[in-house]
């Protein structure tokens, strides 16, 4: 059975449509988290996820897409955005091997459109996805959080890294941490050798070249993830880390298609990415389709950890995000990011239930605010 949407849901009253409220979601397989009671969230319109058990560069079968499509739409959820459809080592090497997972990755997007998805996100770091140095750091609330500290990253080696991520994951598995993608982790740091940021870079460009037109041809916006965190981990370069080096990615293929994944809790742990001037200026151009709203806490040089949403917990000012949002008419999708695990809670570190719903009805709250403020100040 095919659930069509009520439109009126996400139009307000002047008609003019409004950002959508979407939650992560790593199927029924893998996460604790039941669609029944994602659904129950006040104002969420539909789940980002994946097809975990695809491996990395082969394309997605169509029937499996449309299954997952069809277990969302019996909640009456929506599935729009895909995060993420990774890309092949190969392609960011530049291996004469990544014209074959390209191709892959073309046929995927075409799959994709059929069941409707209309953004696909995705990253571009090499090896590693994100890092944290501690997944389960207890805060003074009794919650328990994400926490990386640079100083401790540079005297483990990459190897002590994923055996204190994959040892403290729960038994989850994590986005990004495959364990058998990291097994050849001697062979890939080889492969990256001579791999500097220009390099990477030029094989982001031939990847985007490539699949672009491909994506205009079926309308799926691509929106690349911010390195999280943005700046150089055991040497291995990072490309997507600020404005200037976003706004080169964005210019190389000059295409609304080629967009970005605004993740305020990637680039924010940085204190010269002006967030909320990053919005404008990148929304602005209309390049950013799809956002991560989160807080962090900044306490040193390269330390942070993941806080609650609320803008008094954390570095970042939510209202001044949310405003910047609202101000460039955001209409693409939003969803709360990592959240602490509270009250009990056991699951996947950084996408428990509870302080993501939180979080969601925060953002939901801020927004309404500046829609009512701006109507009252007419
Ligand atoms: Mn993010």
Not at 65 to 80: F, G, H, P
Not at 120 to 147: A, H, Q
Not at 238 to 243: M, P, Q
Request: charge should be neutral; aromatic fraction near 10%; include cysteine.
């Amino acid at each position: 059975m095919r659930i069509h949407h009520n439109i009126i849901f996400i139009v307000n009253k002047k008609g003019r449509a409004k950002m959508k409220i979407v939650f992560r979601w790593f199927g029924e397989k893998d996460d604790h988290i039941p669609l029944d009671y994602i659904r129950q969230i006040p104002g969420i319109y539909g789940i980002v996820t994946s097809l975990y058990d695809i491996p990395v560069g082969e394309i997605w079968p169509l029937e499996d897409i449309k299954q997952l499509k069809r277990t969302i739409s019996e909640y009456k959820l929506s599935m729009e955005v895909i995060e993420s459809v990774n890309v092949h080592e190969d392609i960011k090497l530049g291996l004469p091997t990544r014209d074959k997972y390209i191709k892959n990755y073309k046929e995927t997007i075409k799959n994709l459109s059929d069941v409707g998805v209309k953004v696909i996100c995705y990253n571009f770091m090499p090896i590693f996805d994100w890092v944290r140095t501690e997944l389960d750091k207890p805060l003074d609330d009794g919650s328990k959080t994400m926490f990386y500290e640079h100083s401790k990253l540079q005297k483990i080696s990459p190897k002590e890294l994923i055996n204190n991520i994959l040892g403290k994951s729960k038994g989850f598995s994590l986005p990004g941490w495959e364990p058998e993608r990291l097994k050849e982790l001697e062979e890939l740091f080889k492969a990256y050798e001579d791999i500097d940021e220009l390099k990477l870079f030029n094989n982001l460009v031939y990847f985007l070249e490539q699949i672009i037109p491909t994506c205009k041809e079926y309308d799926i916006k691509m929106a690349i993830h911010p390195d999280d965190p943005p700046w150089s981990l055991f040497g291995l370069p990072r490309i997507i880390t600020s404005k200037e080096n976003i706004m080169r990615m964005l210019k190389a293929v000059d295409s609304e298609y080629n967009g970005l994944a605004l993740c305020t809790g990637s680039l924010g742990v940085k204190t010269d990415n002006d967030i909320p001037e990053m919005i404008r200026t990148f929304g602005g151009m209309g390049r950013i389709h799809f956002a991560h709203v989160r807080n962090l806490k900044i306490i040193g040089d390269k330390t942070f950890y993941e806080t609650s949403h609320r803008t008094e917990d954390g570095s970042l000012d939510m209202f001044e995000i949310m405003k910047a949002l609202h101000d460039i008419d955001f209409k693409g999708y939003i969803r709360p990011d990592h959240g602490r695990m509270i009250w009990g809670e056991k699951g996947r570190p950084g996408y428990g239930l509870y302080d993501r719903a939180l979080g969601t009805t925060y953002l939901i709250g801020l927004w309404e605010a500046i829609t009512k403020m701006k109507e009252l100040n007419k």
